[in-house]
């Protein structure tokens, strides 16, 4: 029995004491005045009161009536009912709140919370005060306080003839029954009617039962506020600890919104702040950092806008805000779902039915009540659902004194898959749910509906969960039983209360409220109270029970069919495997393992692993021998690996037994078990991991202490009692016990609790031991298992038990960090692990009871558990090393270049899977090649894996994977567990940018120290402090040991002073101080349109432009800097030029003036710009000097020089660097400047203007017209269209960038135009290709990897864009040429970008290019003469490691490769030659792609000594020797499908969407490793087995390819490649010389050629044009294997283009550039009148070479070959230009044994010839046959 109401309290008006505005309230009296003794007077009752502050106010409103809800200091709560009143205010309060008028008035206005309805005013300037009358209960009885207060009230207005006293003393002194019904026996006790003595009768029906919410209407009105989606966030919003605030005008709707938000949070009950109406006073309470639930007047919304964590519901507008930063987890699918549509069911009941066409009659919607109570319904089923099995997880620790309950969050969370569930991992994680434990989980108690519910209906609720009828049909039986509970008795209900009559508050009312006489109240009171101490106490008699557990959560999810279809199979695996072991059949396991290791990665594996291992312990003791036990050790490792700390499936909870039963002898008296080898997992080191072990075994002990067999003989037999007793669960005993305790005696009593209590101590001790053996690691002085282990530092805040108020900090957190130890260097292991164990024993004993006495023994015991166990392993680990190790593969040494050597012997490592999914056996097929087993080397050149993959089922196929050391671009340190034994081992991943990357675990046996050594060594390779240092240098150095070392030492000073001393003096005559050089050769500038690639050292010119005079350099040169001269006149660039016909090299000379361009040595001694070439291209018309000036306003002193020259518009490509800044040039000018004055002040720009105006006048186009200094092609009109391409054509336009042309002016006169343009710079390339890299190699594989992430990675790197921008900018300047303009390219320093789109625009305009000889004369001209920065973009030395690696001629590279994509025929090499390229410019294996400029190779003395050093089997140095020797033999540089069209301009399509990546990016070949160091890659596929010796059948033809194992191109090579092939073999076996593929190709060729003629047919390039259209360029002809014939036709036709008539003009055909092969005419049916070997000297210091001449009398020619079947002419001399035959002399480089007399020379009007025969008679034969010949003609 409970009073009903505690205290009567009246509050009213009263001055604020500091005198401020407002107003407080007053307690004018309260009944009874003394505090009850067991519920003492709550505090703050007058803020409650009037939640909005006390104001007076100019009219009299209606009373109002609201519950606020307190709590105090033990978390009751007090219900406050009050009903405000107002009374005119007395003068006293009105002068005080005078002053204040105006701001209520305000507050009025804006709907304060007085002014409730409207009301009419009193007398003027009457002014009303409240008072309230209050009553405190602890009972929420809201409807009866109502009408309690509501009679009070009436008596006072009405003035019935009723003492107050009376009324009040009866209401203090009412008592009712606590809960109801269901366990009282009649209808009498659960229905109180009561009567306050004035004519009124009122029914209390108390609850059925107690622990259910009373909820009214109040969740039914909530959803109608706020409806379902909100309504369910702010459930899920309360569970999860989240701070939620209602605001809304009305008191009586927060009341009831808190306690509707309440009630659907049962079971769980809300433990946190709960204050349904905050008093204004009070609203910093808001800013509390705890949980709550609070309800404000709207009218203090503003107050609540600051709030950053706070979800605010608007009850009046029906809106719930969350912030930012506050995420609601929400509940898991499907019950959301699910929910949400049973929520919409039950509100709108007519959803269903409302697009039916016959809609039923509609159906009468429930009540309010009953609605409120069918969405409690929803609720208390989603918990149920929620929930259940949860008394499956409850571990029972002590059931005497009292029960101690402990839930296992994680086993439960893995029985319902759901681990990553944010919302119930938090829900678990709450203080209302280790509350909802404490109270429900103990067994033996009264139970309600909700375990009814959980434990009986779960099956039918998974039955009904797609039948929504059935679903109601339950919610409605539910919600009837929720009704009858609060409403037990419906029929009963009558009430009799008299209410005051309309408008009554209006009514004067003669006086205020009286006050009471105290004395009869509390005469009233005290009458009761002893009324009461004489009855017998009413106990509370519940009815108790056993709680029903419900079926276990394993069956739950057995049933909805939560198994793997084909896990049977692999159960079979993992058992057939253990039985093997354990039979000692270790091949057969060995077979099985990998198999066995896949399948543990399901969790029925592992579970079934852990039973069959259970079968294999005798005694707690399983000893093995050595293979059986590394057996059983790998396989628990692998799988420990996948369990996560929590250990949510139970498997390291079940191998902890095995660890401890397997074992093995390693010497007498040293016994190893399996945990020593198995610490190497974060379980181990989770305390939450351990509490619920040590929490389940103390559970099974507990049980086994019940369920002995009772000493005195029990009359059951035993079988049936231990059969009965087996089915019991641990609640089960633990409600048995709970029942009979208070039968027992108290020694019993005693007795049991001892027991008890010493139970949980053992184990205690128990766990000790065993946390030693898991924590303790073999090797006790390595510290690495407390970086590892951090966790085991910084435990305290994690835990797994619900003691604490809530789980701070998860443990995978607490794992990774390392805050466990500030230095785990030095601290000890010993110590660590007790500082652990001491913790974790503290903890459970607490909560278990444990005395005080025993926990401080095991204190004691712990450190000296710990130190006995490292005394044992001590002795293990020094048998354990002494054991054989386990035969590990033979380390696979890789193959080497001739001249790499091994710096670092292999280290032991796992090569892992990378992200890429071929070597794992991805989407592309194939095996699963990595992980892989072998070992790293490290050379002087490459960083190199080989070894073999770990699953045994791919056989013996080798895996290499390498890079070049320069190529290395990131090395990252990284921990990893290796593939085998799944220990967690240092690593390391090192990414190239030849898109390789090798991600390493060391193998255990490689110490940290060699891992670190390696570290070093491959850094000082890849960085070393000087670039001669790097492997291109080192290579071959050992094969000339002749060479001086000084030489390269030399060369460098000289020339620093040299150039030194030419800036200071520029006008002295040229280079002087070259007096070392060696003697000077004449040079001779000619030039054929197609040299062949491997005899550029003795061209024969046929070039007619040129005359004589133009082709020695002026005599005014010096003896001593001839030498120079002459290098600099072989380079690339005057090759190129010389092709172009750009220029002379002097200004003196006859035809100079006709010439517009000239060749200037001004930059010989590098001294104006150091990274341009030494001989320029410049305007006729500029001065040597003046060039000095113009060089000074462009960045890096790059001034504009022509590049190219276009055949046919004859408009010229120039390149530049940006301009400098005004500021920069001021500087200059101020220094260098000698005389000074105004205009000096803007020569600068003068000079640039003027040699613009220079460059404009040497166009053939414009000469003319500046000539007569009348620009007639420009007329005014244009003037102002600046910024954009006139309708008219400029002469010249200005590609520049955005940022630098700000400052430049316009021409005035109109002949050139600035194109501003946006350019990226260098620092987003190597950004960009960063992200290229990681989306080709990422490093770790993708969760799940799909094209998508690889194309969205793409896309974020924004490589392809960077690509298109190029190819965009490249093909408008192709066009402004290809119209006759010439073009400067200006843009940022340029050697970056400007190199790309002037390389690209050449050969997209010149065919020339598209040649193997071309594109070479292009990359070194454009991008080493001119001065790319190789060294510093590819970060050769230390210097540059800071700056990273930058791929612009990779960049470039890719553009020729999209090009090459579109216009397959018209490129003479293939792809691979540009993938060659890309490999060996990063690879540092050549020197062709070292250093910045050709100024920096001279100092190094690395330009010129090629030529002089070839001889000799030497390595080769530069990358185009190596590439012309290589084609040689094979013709994998070559396209078959070459056929350009002449003068074909190509304008490739740069759209993203027409562009691809580059195969160069993705492919990978792990057979061999790169294919681009020749030697390494392995032969030709093996033969056909039936070639073999064993012979076979014609089916074993077939082979494997792996694709991203075996290189497809070796393996599958295309038809003309096979047939090649399949010649050499048969010429090999015939034993005929092999002819040389080229030859070969070109017979084919021309042979093809003369069978298309007889026909008639027309010339085949008419039909080829006519067949094939444009289009043709962009699809390509892919050859396939075949016959020859029907293939080759297509791109054979189309070489004809070159010129219809093949056999006209020679001379024209050779100087076309279009095509290189264009004679193919057989050697057979041309005249030879006299052929042999002479020895013939190139041009200038070219080495002597044997040729195959051929004298033609017919032809008047003497031509050359490389030898005698050569079909390709190599050079024609003209006897019609020769002069004399004369007697020659021996020269440098001359043959050495032959006589002098067998020389001889031949006179050209062009150049002198010198030969040399074999002996003197054919000297003087060929001299005679000569001479023939021209006295013939």
């Known amino acids: 029995m409970a009073r009903l109401a505690d205290y009567f309290v009246l509050v009213a008006f009263g001055p604020h004491p500091r005198g401020s505005g407002e107003g407080q309230g007053h307690i004018l009296q309260r009944f009874p005045e003394k505090d009850w003794e067991d519920n003492p007077f709550p505090q703050g009752i007058e803020l409650f009161c009037q939640p909005s502050g006390w104001q007076l106010c100019p009219e009299r409103n209606p009373p109002t009536f609201f519950v606020a809800v307190l709590t105090d200091i033990n978390s009751e709560r007090h219900y406050c009912a009050c009903l405000t009143f107002w009374e005119p205010a007395e003068p006293t309060q009105e002068v005080v709140c005078a002053e204040d008028a105006t701001e209520r008035e305000e507050e009025a206005d804006e709907g304060g919370p007085a002014q409730l309805s409207p009301a009419t005013p009193g007398p003027p300037g009457q002014l009303f005060a409240p008072k309230t009358l209050v009553l405190v209960s602890r009972l929420d009885h809201a409807e009866v306080f109502r009408n309690s207060l509501g009679l009070i009230y009436t008596i006072h207005v009405e003035g019935l003839n009723v003492g107050l006293e009376n009324v009040i003393g009866n209401l203090l002194t009412c008592i009712i029954p606590l809960a109801g019904g269901s366990q009282l026996d009649s209808v009498e006790d659960g229905v109180r009617t009561i009567s306050l003595g004035a004519g009124d009768r009122q029914v209390i029906q108390t609850p059925l039962a107690d622990s259910l919410p009373i909820s009214r209407c109040s969740v039914a009105l909530l959803f109608r506020q706020l409806g379902i989606t909100n309504v369910l966030s702010l459930f899920c919003a309360a569970l999860t600890e989240h701070k939620v605030l209602f605001l809304s005008r009305s008191y009586q709707r927060l009341s009831d919104a808190c306690r509707g938000l309440l009630a659907l949070l049962f079971p769980l009950r809300y433990s946190f702040t709960y204050v349904p109406i905050l008093p204004a006073q009070l609203l910093e309470v808001l800013s509390t950092p705890t949980p709550f639930i609070i309800g404000v007047n709207a009218a203090f919304q503003a107050e609540t806008q600051e709030l950053l964590d706070v979800i605010v519901a608007d009850l009046d507008g029906g809106t719930v805000t969350v912030p930012e930063c506050v995420h609601i987890p929400p509940l898991p699918e499907p019950l959301q779902s699910q929910t949400h549509s049973v929520l919409s069911m039950v509100l709108d009941p007519e959803l269903e039915l409302a697009d039916l066409a016959f809609p039923p009659p509609s159906t009468n919607a429930s009540s309010l009540k009953m609605q409120d109570k069918e969405l409690r319904a929803v609720f208390l089923r989603l918990f149920a659902q929620l929930l259940q099995g949860y008394r499956w997880c409850l571990h029972m620790v002590r059931i005497h004194p009292e029960p101690v309950i402990r839930f296992h969050k994680a086993a439960f969370l893995g029985q319902r898959g759901l681990v990553e569930d944010d919302f119930l991992m938090k829900v678990l994680e709450g203080m209302a749910f280790a509350g909802f434990v404490s109270e429900r989980g103990v067994p033996y108690r009264a139970t309600d509906l909700f375990d009814e519910l959980v434990a009986h209906e779960v099956a039918r609720m998974r039955a009904d969960e ?140 592992r579970r079934c692993l852990t039973q069959e291992l259970h079968l294999h312990v005798q005694q707690n003791r399983a000893v093995l021998d050595h293979q059986q036990f590394d057996f059983v050790v790998r396989m628990m490792n692998c799988c420990l690996q996948d369990c996560t700390s929590l250990d949510e499936h139970g498997i390291a909870a079940a191998l902890l037994p095995l660890v401890t039963a397997f074992c093995r002898k390693l010497s007498p008296g040293v016994t190893q078990f399996a945990y020593s080898c198995v610490q190497e997992h974060v379980v181990w080191s989770t305390p939450q991991f351990w509490e619920a072990m040590f929490y389940g075994d103390v559970q099974t002990h507990i049980r086994a202490l019940y369920l002995e067999p009772a000493e005195d003989g029990d009359h059951v037999q035993v079988g049936e009692l231990s059969a009965r007793e087996d089915e019991r669960s641990a609640l089960d005993v633990a409600s048995e016990q709970r029942r009979l305790w208070p039968t027992l005696s108290r020694e019993k009593q005693q007795e049991l609790v001892q027991k008890e209590e010493s139970t949980v101590f053992s184990q205690a001790i128990h766990y000790a031991n065993r946390m ?99 005394e044992t392993l001590e002795a293990v680990h020094r048998e354990s090393k002494r054991l054989p190790p386990i035969q590990k593969p033979k380390l696979l040494r890789p193959r080497l270049l001739p001249d790499e050597e091994c710096v670092l012997d292999g280290l032991r490592v796992y090569l892992l899977p990378d992200g890429r999914e071929g070597g794992a056996g991805g989407t592309g097929g194939g095996p699963a090649l990595l992980p892989a087993e072998g070992a790293v080397f490290l050379t002087t050149y490459r960083v190199i894996f080989t070894g073999m993959p770990t699953d045994p089922l791919v056989g013996e196929q080798v895996v290499v994977r390498s890079f070049p050391v ?271 004055g105004q205009s000096q002040a803007d020569s600068g720009s003068l000079e640039q203007e003027k040699y613009l105006q220079a460059v404009v006048s040497s166009m053939p186009r414009y000469a003319d017209a500046s000539g007569r200094n009348t620009l007639s092609g420009f007329s005014s009109a244009h003037v102002g269209s600046h910024g954009f391409l006139r309708p008219q054509r400029a002469a010249l336009y200005i590609i520049g960038d955005k940022a630098q042309l700000k400052g430049v002016r316009p021409d005035p006169l109109q002949q050139w135009e600035l194109v501003p343009i946006e350019v990226f710079e260098a620092r987003q390339v190597k950004a960009s290709f960063k992200k290229l890299l990681k989306a080709c190699v990422p490093g770790c594989p993708f969760p799940e990897p799909s094209p998508v992430s690889f194309l969205r990675s793409l896309e974020d790197s924004e490589w392809l864009i960077q690509i298109h921008k190029l190819l965009q900018v490249s093909v408008l300047v192709v066009e402004l040429l290809d119209s006759g303009s010439s073009v400067l390219v200006s843009l940022e320093d340029g050697w970056d970008i400007t190199t790309q789109v002037v390389s690209l625009v050449q050969l997209l305009s010149d065919p020339f290019y598209r040649t193997l000889e071309g594109f070479r004369l292009l990359v070194e001209k454009e991008w080493l003469s001119f001065g790319h920065r190789f060294s510093h973009r590819g970060a050769h030395t230390l210097a540059g490691q800071g700056s990273g690696f930058t791929p612009v001629f990779l960049q470039f ?21 540009l993938k060659f390229l890309g490999y060996h410019h990063a690879s540092r294996r050549f020197r062709t792609f070292l250093l910045d400029s050709d100024y920096e190779r001279i100092e190094l003395g690395l330009l010129y000594e090629e030529k002089g050093e070839r001889r000799g089997a030497q ?108 010649l050499q073999r048969l010429e090999a076996e015939l034993g005929r010389p092999a002819e040389r593929w080229k030859d070969t190709w070109d017979r084919v060729k021309a042979a093809q050629r003369l069978e298309g003629r007889p026909d008639g047919r027309g010339t085949p390039s008419s039909l080829l044009a006519s067949s094939v259209p444009h289009h043709r360029r962009s699809l390509g002809v892919y050859l396939q294997e075949g016959p020859v014939g029907s293939t080759l036709s297509l791109s054979l036709d189309s070489d004809q283009s070159s010129g219809s008539t093949a056999s006209s003009s020679r001379q024209a055909a050779r100087r076309s550039t279009s095509t290189l092969y ?40 003497l031509r050359y070959y490389d030898h005698r079947v050569d079909t390709e ?31 001889f020379d031949v006179k050209t009007t062009r150049r002198v010839y010198n030969f040399c025969a074999q002996d003197v008679p054919s000297a003087q034969q060929w001299v005679d046959q000569i001479q023939s010949c021209l006295s013939d003609a």
């Open 1718 to 1757: 264009s004679q193919f005419q057989t050697a057979e049916s041309e005249n030879r009148s006299y052929e042999g070997t002479l020895y013939k000297k190139g041009a200038f210091m070219k080495p002597w070479k044997a040729r195959w001449f051929v004298l033609d009398k017919t032809k008047h020619q």
């Open 966 to 1236: 320069a190529a290395l671009t990131k090395e990252k340190r990284i921990s990893v567990q290796t593939p085998v034994d799944q220990l967690l081992q240092d690593g390391l991943q090192l990414r190239s940018c030849t898109f390789q990357l090798l991600k390493m675990a060391f193998d255990e046996e490689v110490g940290s120290d060699s891992a670190e050594l390696f570290r070093k060594q491959l850094h000082k390779l890849r960085y070393p402090p000087d670039i001669r240092e790097t492997f291109a240098f080192t290579l071959g150095s050992a094969h000339t040991p002749g060479r001086p070392p000084r030489t390269t030492k030399d060369k460098g000073p000289s020339l620093r002073t040299l150039s030194r001393n030419i800036v200071k003096n520029a006008k002295k005559t040229l280079g002087r101080q070259y007096v070392t050089r060696k003697k000077y050769n004449p040079p001779s500038w000619e030039h054929r349109g197609q040299p062949p690639p491997e005899d550029q050292e003795d061209e024969i010119s046929v070039l007619e432009e040129l005359e004589p005079s133009t082709l020695t350099p002026s005599s005014a040169l010096k003896p001593s800097d001839r030498m120079t001269m002459s290098s600099l006149v072989e380079r690339a660039c005057c090759r190129d030029y010389q092709r172009l016909g750009l220029g002379t090299l002097s200004s003196s000379l006859s035809r100079a003036k006709s010439e517009p361009f000239r060749i200037s040595p001004v930059n010989r001694m590098y001294a104006i710009c150091r990274s341009y070439p030494g001989l320029l291209i410049v305007p006729q018309s500029v001065q040597d000097n003046a060039l000095q000036r113009v060089s000074r306003c462009y960045r890096q002193n790059r001034f504009p020089v022509v590049c190219w020259r276009s055949g046919r518009s004859r408009a010229v490509l120039l390149r530049s660097g940006g301009l400098h800044g005004k500021g920069v040039v001021g500087l200059f000018k101020a220094q260098n400047a000698p005389s000074p």
């Open 1453 to 1473: 590279l890719d553009c020729v490769h999209q090009v090459h994509l579109q216009f397959p025929m018209e490129f003479e090499f293939s792809p691979f030659y």
């Open 1769 to 1799: 002419c190599k050079g024609v001399i003209d006897l019609a230009e020769v002069e004399a035959v004369a007697p020659g002399t021996p020269t440098l480089g001359a043959p050495k044994t032959v006589d002098e007399k067998a020389f």
């Open 1515 to 1622: 390595a080769c140095r530069s990358v185009w020797e190596y590439m012309d020797r290589l084609s040689k033999r094979t013709p994998v540089f070559y396209n078959y499908m070459y056929a350009p069209e002449d003068t074909e301009v190509l304008r490739p399509y740069s759209n993203v969407s027409n562009l691809k990546v580059w195969d160069f990016y993705t492919e990978e070949t792990l057979a061999e490793g790169p294919p681009y160091d020749w030697e390494l890659a392995q032969g030709p596929p093996e033969p056909p087995e039936e070639e073999r010796p064993d012979g076979g059948a014609p089916q074993s033809r077939r082979r494997v390819v792996w694709p991203c194992y075996d290189s497809r191109p070796r393996a599958q090579p295309d038809a003309i490649s096979r047939l090649l092939e399949e």
């Open 466 to 605: 797609n039948h929504p009828q059935r679903v109601l049909r339950h919610v409605k039986e539910l919600a009837e039983q929720l009704y009858k509970n609060e409403n037990p008795y419906p029929a009963v209900a009558m009430h009799k209360v008299q209410r005051p009559g309309e408008a009554s508050h209006l009514r004067r009312v003669p006086r205020p409220f009286p006050r009471l006489d105290d004395g009869m109240v509390q005469w009233i009171v005290d009458q009761a109270t002893a009324k009461m101490q004489g009855a017998p106490p009413a106990v509370k008699a519940e009815r108790r029970t056993t709680v029903p557990s419900g079926p276990p959560m394993t069956a739950i999810l057995e049933r909805s069919g939560g198994l793997h279809g084909n896990s049977a199979r692999r159960l079979e695996v993992v058992r057939n495997c253990i039985s093997y072991v354990f039979e000692g059949k270790m091949l057969e396991a060995k077979k099985l393992l990998p198999a066995v290791l896949r399948a543990l990665k399901g969790r029925a594996a």
């Open 772 to 870: 030693s053996y898991l924590l303790l690691p073999l090797d006790s002085s390595k510290s690495r298992l407390l970086r590892e282990r951090a966790g085991l530092g910084d435990l305290e805040s994690a835990s797994n038990s619900l003691v604490t108020s809530s789980m701070a900090g998860s443990v995978a957190e607490s794992y990774d960090t390392e805050s466990g130890f500030e230095d785990a260097e030095t601290c000890d292991v010993a110590g660590a692990v007790v500082r652990f164990i001491n913790r974790f024993v503290d903890k459970v004993c607490t909560e278990s009871g444990v005395t005080s006495d025993h926990l401080k023994g095991l204190h004691v015991m712990v450190p000296d558990i710990v130190q006995m166990h490292i």
